[in-house]
């Protein structure tokens, strides 16, 4: 599996915004696309952002309009920029590789956002 390291997360205030990144190490299978995902207190991970090799992005529902998924300078890095946090953003948000429909990464210790009112 690919290993992958986020970093960028902290605390902010709510309509404050942060900028995610996530660097992927060298792969032997095909990588399709990469995504962000994030984990809310009391809650199961849930995706939040991807982006295909092609550039084609979905976002969830409630980050649409304010987070922004994008490839880094290096193809495998992949970018989050979050604005206008609310408090229900925080969390701990991960990244992960797809190989087709599949997730081909290891999941990393992801970065904790933390939103306060």
């Known amino acids: 599996q690919v290993q992958l390291v986020e970093s960028g997360g902290g605390l902010v205030q709510a309509g404050g915004s942060l900028r995610l990144s996530c660097v992927a190490s060298?792969?032997?299978?095909?990588?399709?696309?990469m995504g962000w995902f994030r984990q809310a207190p009391g809650k199961q991970r849930e995706l939040v952002a991807r982006i295909s090799t092609g550039g084609s992005t979905n976002y969830q529902d409630s980050v649409k309009g304010r987070f922004t998924i994008s490839t880094g300078n290096a193809r495998n890095t992949v970018i989050l920029q979050m604005n206008s946090l609310k408090p229900e953003d925080t969390g701990v948000y991960y990244c992960?590789?797809?190989?087709?429909?599949?997730?081909?990464?290891?999941w990393g210790q992801g970065t904790q956002v933390t939103v306060s009112s």
């Open positions: 060298r792969s032997i299978v095909k990588i399709t696309g």
């Open positions: 992960n590789v797809y190989n087709g429909q599949n997730l081909a990464g290891s």
